[in-house]
């Protein structure tokens, strides 16, 4: 493919996530959105940047803490620089927010730690952020949310998986593992390399749930950290633009939130955020031009972090060619089924 070809790819989908933004506040009122937008006060932004950041820190240091138990050293800082720049990478590359983890992956390989064990540190991070999001989950079915069917099926599906997991770690089930062996006799000789990674790569994940508990709970209570401050913001957001939410509606939004952010469509679920976030506020009763604002203010909170992480991407020396190269070569290792979205 030529750079014009693979250029002119890239931007497709942001072009079409900003066209489905602008048919969305032409449809809900230009005035409206800007109007609800505009309660918001700059210290009231840099609020809820500093909520974004506190989230990514405490995950960091949870990914300190795994790749410690892997028998890895590595500075909380430079792995708080990592998940900003795969952050930025996971929002500007349509992937449900994973393309970010291999370059970040590939970045620690250069300094000596193998590929998939700091992919591994990434994922288990991940997988038990949702595994702490589960607890504000019963917060849904208290709320007028719990008529409608789409909450329950936000509630009850995650929910379901984590118990899979949980069962499968627990009872070494083994599930993902076999699968794949299972996978490897059926498929052809170039593809089998890469089932055999996916199997390594789940044996990885495993080995560190045969920590003892207190490193488990550590890196569990960090994750917990980590997803609590995502809330937070979530809760800021709706107060600091007067949308009268309570705990109940605020879990149902984030719930959607991560949902839809994981549908890799356009950068960042730009215009299917907002869309999706406008059809739940009127489901809630409230104006779908709120939805979009709420959307809007989460996507401008969203750029400032994606910014830092590009300045990070250049200070720590990754190039755009690297990044293609990194996400390339984690392909066999994504299409693993993962203990997470």
Partial sequence: MSRKRAVAFGFAPLLAGLGILCLLVYLTGPRATLATIGRLRLWQGAALVAAALASTAFGAVASCAILDRYGH????????????????????????????????????????????????????????????FALVLPAIVLGDAHRLIAPWAAFLAPLAGLTIVALDLALGWRLARRSLGVVHSFVPAIVRPAVDRGQEFCATIAEFFEAPPLRILLVASLSTLSIGAAFTRALLTVGFLDIPFGVPQVALVLTTTLLVLGIPI????????????????????????????????????????????????????????????????????????????
Avoid: C, D, N
């Fill in 266 to 341: 356009a950068p960042g679920a730009l215009g299917v955020y907002e869309g999706g976030m406008a059809g739940l506020f009127h489901l809630l009763g409230r104006p779908s031009v709120e939805g979009v604002a709420y959307a809007m203010t989460s996507h401008a909170v969203e750029l400032v972090v994606v910014l830092l992480g590009l300045l990070f991407l250049a200070e720590l020396g990754i190039s755009l060619a690297r990044v293609r190269e990194a996400t390339a070569a984690a392909t066999p290792h994504l299409t693993v089924p993962k203990a997470h979205q």
């Fill in 73 to 132: 050293r590595v500075s909380a800082w430079l792995l708080f620089r990592l998940a900003l720049v795969a952050f930025a990478v996971g929002w500007l590359v349509p992937s449900g927010f994973v393309a970010g983890f291999p370059v970040a992956a590939w970045f620690l390989r250069r300094r000596g730690i193998p590929f998939g064990r700091s992919l591994a540190s990434f994922v288990i991070e991940r997988f038990l952020e949702l595994a702490a």
